[in-house]
Each structure stands twice: as C-alpha cells, then as structure tokens.
Antibody, heavy 122, light 107 residues
Framework: QVQLQESGPGLVKPSETLSLTCTVS?????????WGWIRQPPGKGLEWIGS???????YFNPSLKRRVTLIMDKSLNQFFLNFNNVTTVDTAVYFC???????????????WGQGAQVTVSS | DIQMTQSPSSLSASVGDRVTIICRAS??????LNWYQQQPGKAPKLLIH???ILQSGVPSRFSGSGSGTDFSLTISGLQPEDFATYYC?????????FGGGTTIEIK
C-alpha cells in the first residue's frame, strides 16, 4: 500500500531554513499525481503549503510562495520541502501527502504521512 | 481566495447519535469538496471526496451531500472512534483551502 514518511530536524533556529524529506513507498512518484505539503500549527487547522508533480510543475500557497522551494528526486522516490527564513509562527506539524489526481486542483489528498513536528526556536 | 467556514466549531454527542457538520464556501466550488477526519496526534484521513463519494474503506455511516456553496457531513450512529476533528477542503481552484475544523467530543 501507499505510504509516506516525513523526516528532518525537529528544531530549527529563527531565520534559518527548514528542510523536510518525504519518502514514498508502495507507489512510484514518477508515475502520476501531485505530491504536497500541508502544515498544522499547534492547536490550529490545516494550511496547504505547496505541491509538485513528476514533471517538476509546482503550485504554492501565495501567502508562503516566496519562502518555499519544492524538489523531487524520482530515483529515490522522495520529494522535499525547503522553507526559508523561518520564524516562531512556522512552528507546526508538517505533513506530506499524495494528491489523487494528475491535474492540480479538483482532486483530494488520499494518502498522508504521519507528520513531522518542527519547532522554530533559538 | 475561497474561504471555507465550518459550523459548529465543536459539538458534544453520545455514541449512537446522528450528527451533521456544515461547511460553507464563500463562493461556489461546484462539487469539489472533500472531508477529512483527524484523530488527536494523527494525520488527517480522507473520508469523502467530490462532496458525496465515500473513500474506499470508510464506513457507510459517513455520508456527504451538497454542491455549490453549502455542504454537510453526516455520521449516522456515532462510534467511539468517531470522536475526532473533521475538516472540509475545497479543490475548485489552484489555491485549495481547508475549513477551520469541527471537533466532536463525547457528551
């Protein structure tokens, strides 16, 4: 079955770059679909960050776009989030997920990773 | 941006109850509306997509309806594992957004 697993440092200093990896098993990210990142600050709701497909096509939340980079390594079946110049408000659980459609929008996230807690603190 | 508003933000219910959660979009999203369940400390789980289509493996006590701007999620016969937070999410535009969530608590 499709599984996703986030990994990365749990603590990042303010102004530094948050880097997370999502490792996918049970499905080749080269095949189809978009692959996305979503975050959830403590005690709050879900916020979509951005998504990438096998061709490198990306979509971003405009409120975060200038700080986000998404990359994919098809040989490793992984995709990556780089989020620069973080502040304490970026403290959140970060989820990676599969978007069950080859076109961005008009779809849904059907498989999710368990989430990675990232704390921004000096 | 399309804003998604859920009501209520929380509710108390008992095992066996029928509960309905409302999600309203600030403009039409046709039927591009998904529902997720999130249990504490866990990832969200897709329950319903395209407003009313039950995701594979999800119990039939969950149902969704609506189109345009008004949607609902109904749980017919709450089970102990259903006490969780539920989110709606539209996918009508390239900027997808989630509702603020509805938490179902045990009465």
């Amino acid at each position: 079955q499709v599984q996703l697993q986030e990994s990365g440092p749990g603590l990042v200093k303010p102004s530094e770059t948050l880097s997370l990896t999502c490792t996918v098993s049970g499905y080749s990210i080269s095949s189809a679909y978009y692959w996305g990142w979503i975050r959830q600050p403590p005690g709050k709701g879900l916020e979509w960050i951005g998504s990438i497909d096998r061709s490198g096509s990306t979509y971003f939340n405009p409120s975060l776009k200038r700080r986000v980079t998404l990359i994919m390594d098809k040989s490793l079946n992984q995709f990556f989030l780089n989020f620069n110049n973080v502040t304490t408000v970026d403290t959140a659980v970060y989820f990676c997920a599969r978007w069950a459609r080859s076109d961005w929008y008009k779809g849904r996230f059907d498989h999710w990773g368990q989430g990675a807690q990232v704390t921004v603190s000096s | 941006d399309i804003q998604m508003t859920q009501s209520p933000s929380s509710l108390s219910a008992s095992v066996g109850d029928r509960v309905t959660i409302i999600c309203r979009a600030s403009q039409s999203v046709a039927d591009f509306l998904n529902w997720y369940q999130q249990q504490p400390g866990k990832a969200p789980k897709l329950l319903i997509h395209s407003a009313s289509i039950l995701q594979s493996g999800v119990p039939s006590r969950f149902s969704g309806s609506g189109s345009g701007t008004d949607f609902s999620l109904t749980i017919s016969g709450l089970q102990p594992e259903d006490f969780a937070t539920y989110y709606c999410q539209h996918s009508y535009t390239t900027l997808i957004t989630f509702g603020g969530g509805t938490t179902i608590e045990i009465k």
